[in-house]
């Protein structure tokens, strides 16, 4: 519904542009808990607009549990996929930007701040297209201030050019909190939902499509830049506790303490809690770099080098956890892996997605080729195609790769046949049920478990004759 009078406006139809890993799973939760919105879901890419549209759900270009069941229930009733961007837009009362935001790789900022390209074409066509009163929600994660630069490119055309109607839009910042592999489970029943706007009926309008299902009391709203830094900031506190586990992992390594009772009793005290404990071989997805980073350039910007120093440390820690695990294997390996056969069990970032950005599979991996070695890699969601990309994206030379060997094996019995290590590298559940006598038997000796989730029991491997290797742990 197209009104000008925003006081009566009710939100009818909503567009989302970008269908990847929020916007899909985002809109899926939307259109299920608000039968009487439509939903419209639009992407430039037209291959993952059909992936969404197939009729057999195992073909969704996202993996996470519950999603293929919500989208069986919704879609083509209220929720659609499109590639009629122009028509979408121009129908939809609420527009969020789900699109892609990757780090800058050249000029002003480049390796830290957001490139927004994407963003930035998105706001200009919302602009061109949009009609009437239209409510503009950045979903996607972006720098504190980015909701400046789309307001001013939205205000910058008022009136429809075909019949002088004039069009006024409200921005809002509606940060995704979803993590991959629970994100259904996490849209359903959040933590919190936020809001950042600086107009009330706006902000009204949104938070009524979240009380559909969410109480009152978990939607929290913000001015628009608290909302944008608190994004950032709860993906850099989560990361940097990762980074503190896996910093003491090494310590618990190198001095005979087991990570799991330290976790575990540090874990217990409830200031510190539970969660986010686990040591591994290093954060991924696309989310905690990409984050710190632009904090730490925004830190950067307003002189606040001490602040900078400190989350940039998040990092460099990270991508040391990545490069001891790949010394360690090289070393219990007698210092040389050319030739030899690696088996990796796991490429996603995490279990329960089928999602590599960044993932510690792909540099440690990279690490291990250029030693010469043959990796084997297994993964239950990860395809061949994905795992190429995922290696060219920090290796261009795509003959190097071809050269280096390596395979795509769907048995996971078939990875471990000759192998001279297995590494685990993605807490996939399958993983903790492995048949190490019968492995062990498939693999050539000496051989090595290394295992960087702390997945395997030790019981299991040690009668086998394997060697068995634990994050925070060692031996
Ligand atoms: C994260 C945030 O959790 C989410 O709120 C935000 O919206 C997006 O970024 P995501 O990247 O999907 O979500 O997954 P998350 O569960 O946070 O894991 C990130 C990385 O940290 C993974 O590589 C994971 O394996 C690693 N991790 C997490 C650990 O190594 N140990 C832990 O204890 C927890
Ligand atoms: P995220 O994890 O943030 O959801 P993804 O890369 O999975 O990121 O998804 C972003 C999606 O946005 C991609 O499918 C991309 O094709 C789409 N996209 C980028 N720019 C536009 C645009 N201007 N119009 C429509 N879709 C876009």
Known sequence: MQENNINHFRINKICCVGAGYVGGP???????????????????????????????????????????EIIAETKNKNLFFSSEIDKCIEDADMIFISVNTPTKTEGIGAGQTIDLTWVEACA???????????????????????????KEILNS????????????????????????????????????VLIGGDDNNSIQLLKDIYLNWVPENKIICTNLWSSELSKLTANAFLAQRVSSINSISAICEATGANIKEVSKAIGMDKRIGGKFLNPG????????????????????????????????????????????????????????????????????????????????????????????AKLSIHDPKVGFKQIEDAFLTIDQDRNNIKNSQWEKVSNIIDVFEGADAAVVLTEWSEYRNINWDKVANLMRKPAWVFDTRSIIERDKIINTGLNLWSIGLGF
């Open 281 to 372: 071989p290093g954060f991924g997805g696309s989310c905690f770099k990409k984050d710190i980073l632009n904090l730490v350039y925004l830190a950067r910007y307003f002189r606040l080098d001490e602040v900078a120093d400190f989350w940039e440390k998040v990092i460099i820690l990270n991508n040391w956890q990545q490069n001891r695990i790949y010394k360690i294997i090289v070393e219990k390996l007698f210092g040389n892996v050319n030739g030899k056969k690696i088996a990796f069990l796991g490429f996603s970032f995490k279990a329960n997605t089928n999602d590599t950005r960044e993932s510690s599979a792909i540099n440690i991996g990279n690490y291990l080729l250029k030693e010469g």
């Open 157 to 192: 055309s008022r009136r429809d050019i075909n019949t002088n109607n004039e069009k006024t839009f409200s921005v809002l910042s509606n940060p995704e909190f979803l993590a991959e592999g629970t994100a259904i489970e996490n849209l359903v029943n959040p933590d919190r």
């Open 26 to 68: 985002t809109m899926a939760v939307i259109a299920k808990k608000c039968p009487n919105i439509i939903v419209n879901v639009v992407d430039i890419n037209k291959n993952r607009i059909d992936d969404w549209n197939s009729e057999d759900l195992s073909k969704l270009p996202i993996y996470e549990p519950g999603l293929a």
């Open 124 to 150: 200009r066509i919302i602009s061109n297209k949009a009609k009437g009163y239209t409510v503009v929600v950045e979903k996607s994660t972006l720098p504190v201030k980015t909701a400046q630069t789309i």
